[in-house]
């Protein structure tokens, strides 16, 4: 499954908001091809972890490495490192002004410097591979938020990542639209994508998974496969957090 050095090594991180500890020395690998699922309660440290692995949250104390190399401060250094992270927020940050394609195509055209005829023909691959390949000359508004939100996922995608965060990537969807972005991201978690995803989607954590990760007031509380977890959670906040969103 997962061979050689990890690709993302957490390293005794420590995260401090003022007199607040967001992040208590958490330390965590994650290998190549393998997908890590986030859960806990709110306010737990869940999208500052996975905010931290891209530096867009930068850390207190601690180390993390991505493929083998600290994370950058700043600079040019820390833009590759950012094409080489996919990251899909709640919000789909997706620019109003510009057509679908012309959103998923503006990275690897400006960062990467590819030309935008092979751009294009990528891009236009991607949101067929997302499902919205007809919708790429319409512009964000026109489209659900489940499409958007799959729109962010494909230009993610269009830099060629070596690893996607997903920081609950469906919790500002209507229900009925969370699972065709779950299901895009269960066929990339199939294809071998590293994937870290926070996310409050149990089935998609039973499922897809790797291993789920449990955080509580900071700390990394469990770490285990799925059926392990959901099956015999060993920590008392786990089997407390587990029976009140598993009983409705």
Known sequence: MTTGEPLIVL??????FGPLHVLDDVSLSVGRGEVVVVIGPSGSGKSTLCRA????????????????QPLPAEGKALAKLRSEVGMVFQSFNLFAHKTILENVTLGPVKVRKEKPAAARERGLALLD????????????????????????????????????????????????????????????????????????????????????????????????????????????????????????
């Open 129 to 248: 591979r997302v499902g919205i390949a007809n919708q790429a000359d319409k512009f964000p508004a026109q489209l659900s938020g489940g499409q958007q939100q799959r729109v962010a996922i494909a230009r993610a995608l269009a830099m060629q990542p070596k690893a996607m965060l997903f920081d609950e990537p469906t919790s500002a969807l209507d229900p009925e639209m969370v699972g065709e972005v779950l299901d895009v991201m269960t066929s990339l978690a199939s294809e071998g994508m590293t994937m870290v995803v926070v996310t409050h989607e149990m089935g998609f954590a039973r499922h897809a998974a790797n291993r789920v990760i449990f955080m509580a007031d900071g700390q990394l509380v469990e770490d285990a496969p799925p059926a392990e977890f959901f099956a015999n959670p060993r920590s008392e906040r786990a089997r407390d957090f587990l029976s009140k969103i598993l009983t409705h």
């Open 53 to 68: 692995i891209n530096r867009l949250e930068p850390i207190s104390s601690g180390t993390i490495t991505f493929d083998g």
């Open 11 to 16: 390293d005794s991180v420590n995260k401090w």
